[in-house]
């Protein structure tokens, strides 16, 4: 089809700002080409930890307790292999993002998954936690922002949340690629500042969401030093290291990008807010999300199941969004639409969706 509307990447529509980009050409141009330090290079990983503790206050190291990896999923992927045996359990909330089941497995563990639920604007509550708990219990993956739903936790749910898994001692992988796109005043707040959640929680983040750099690959994993040495070691024998250009222009990111996320932000706010009442209207019943750039409307009301109207969707009005399913069997009945398109698509996709659900209404 020559004419179909996506709105079912997770890619900021944006173009890497310029700034960052001729950096990258600029370290191109005079042949600084050569591997950087397994770890990531200096500079970096100490404007990493200056990033987090500007940010989020929060205090890392930079030569010990900051790896940079060619993308975030490295970096979740390094940390299942160095935090989980054989035969450990790793509770993962769903909806998420498809890949912490799959690393789950191939790091010998098995997935618990607890299903978050709408009415909770699909927050992880701590009784759920507790209740998932048992003796084999190693890791708990935090996935907020949250792919697919927008949801966000709030400082008195991670607190919730903390004393779980404190009284259990475990470990938790806290993924925040998306903690600067957040709204209507929630800032983000990594559980690794919730007291006694330091020294136990790996954080994940990276460049491709709030500075638009999918494509350059680079992400970088924050922790406890013993942790960071061993994900190191992975990192040094399977990848050796991480692109030399991305980093140079990661420097210029951190160092002179805030305006940038601002604006982008922003941006996406704008957005956010015509999406979710075009769905409400609609009929599409929608939670407001205050992360990421997702939307997640229920479509039990069109008696189909997701597969179903994703499928007839993209067949009858070539708009192409994506099952709840695909993000755990509790997203059944939700799709997942992304607004990180420009206003024209959007509206465009919202126009030819809302003659879609008045087609199914009439019985066409």
Same mark, same amino acid.
């Given at each position: 089809?020559?004419?179909?509307? #996506?709105?079912?990447?997770?890619?900021?529509d944006?173009q890497?700002?310029?700034?960052?980009?001729e950096e990258?050409?600029?370290?191109?141009?005079?042949g600084?080409t050569?591997?950087?330090?397994?770890?990531?290079?200096?500079?970096?990983?100490?404007?990493i @930890?200056?990033?987090? @503790?500007?940010?989020?206050?929060i205090?890392?190291?930079?030569?010990?307790? =900051?790896?940079?990896?060619?993308?975030?999923?490295?970096?979740?992927?390094?940390a299942?292999?160095?935090?989980?045996?054989?035969?450990?359990e790793?509770?993962?909330?769903?909806?998420?993002?498809?890949?912490?089941?799959?690393?789950?497995?191939?790091a010998?563990?098995?997935?618990?998954?607890?299903?978050?639920?709408?009415?909770?604007?699909?927050?992880?509550? @701590?009784?759920?936690?507790?209740?998932?708990?048992?003796?084999?219990?190693?890791?708990?993956?935090?996935?907020?922002?949250?792919?697919?739903?927008?949801?966000?936790?709030?400082?008195e749910?991670?607190? @919730?949340i903390?004393?779980?898994?404190?009284?259990?001692?475990?470990?938790?992988?806290?993924?925040?690629?998306?903690?600067?796109?957040?709204?209507?005043?929630?800032?983000h707040?990594s559980?690794? #500042?919730?007291?006694?959640?330091?020294?136990?929680?790996?954080?994940?983040?990276g460049f491709s969401?709030?500075?638009?750099?999918?494509?350059?690959?680079?992400?970088?994993?924050?922790?406890?030093?013993?942790?960071?040495?061993?994900?190191?070691k992975l990192?040094?024998?399977?990848i050796?290291?991480?692109?030399?250009?991305?980093?140079?222009?990661?420097?210029?990111?951190l160092r002179?990008?805030?305006?940038?996320?601002?604006?982008?932000?922003?941006?996406?706010?704008?957005?956010?807010?015509l999406? =979710?009442?075009?769905?409400?209207?609609?009929?599409?019943?929608?939670?407001e999300?205050?992360?990421?750039?997702?939307?997640?409307?229920?479509?039990?009301?069109?008696?189909?199941?997701?597969?179903?109207?994703?499928?007839?969707?993209?067949?009858?009005?070539?708009?192409?969004?994506?099952?709840?399913?695909?993000?755990?069997?509790?997203?059944?009945?939700?799709?997942?639409?992304?607004?990180?398109? #420009?206003?024209n698509?959007?509206?465009?996709?919202?126009?030819?969706?809302?003659d879609?659900?008045?087609?199914?209404?009439?019985g066409?």
């Open positions: 089809m020559d004419d179909v509307i #996506s709105l079912s990447i997770g890619e900021p944006f890497t700002p310029w700034h960052i980009r990258g050409i600029n370290s191109l141009k005079n600084k050569w591997y950087s330090p397994n770890r990531g290079f200096a500079q970096l990983r100490e404007e @930890a200056n990033y987090y @503790a500007r940010r989020f206050n205090s890392y190291e930079g030569k010990t307790q =900051v790896l940079v990896t060619v993308g975030g999923s490295e970096a979740i992927d390094l299942f292999r160095c935090l989980v045996s054989e035969g450990d790793v509770i993962i909330p769903e909806p998420s993002f498809v890949c912490y089941e799959p690393l789950t497995h191939m010998g563990g098995k997935a618990v998954i607890i299903n978050t639920k709408a009415e909770d604007e699909f927050r992880l509550r @701590a009784d759920d936690l507790e209740k998932a708990i048992t003796d084999k219990t190693r890791l708990v993956v935090l996935p907020f922002p949250n792919n697919p739903t927008g949801a966000i936790m709030e400082k749910d991670l607190e @919730a903390a004393e779980v898994i404190k009284k259990h001692d475990l470990f938790v992988l806290s993924d925040e690629i998306y903690c600067e796109l957040t709204y209507g005043g929630k800032n707040i559980i690794a #500042s919730v007291d006694g959640m330091y020294e136990r929680t790996v954080v994940v983040n969401k709030s500075y638009a750099m999918t494509g350059w690959r680079l992400g970088y994993a924050l922790g406890p030093v013993p942790i960071i040495a061993q994900m190191t990192h040094q024998y399977g050796m290291s991480a692109p030399t250009t991305a980093q140079y222009a990661a420097v210029e990111a002179n990008g805030d305006p940038d996320v601002v604006n982008m932000r922003n941006e996406y706010d704008m957005r956010r807010r999406v =979710v009442d075009s769905f409400n209207a609609m009929g599409l019943t929608c939670f999300p205050y992360g990421a750039f997702y939307v997640f409307p229920c479509i039990k009301s069109t008696g189909m199941t997701s597969e179903d109207f994703c499928t007839k969707l993209i067949m009858d009005k070539h708009v192409a969004v994506v099952p709840g399913t695909a993000f755990g069997e509790c997203g059944e009945g939700f799709v997942r639409v992304s607004y990180s398109y #420009s206003l698509h959007l509206k465009t996709a919202l126009q030819r969706i809302r879609f659900i008045e087609e199914q209404k009439n066409n």
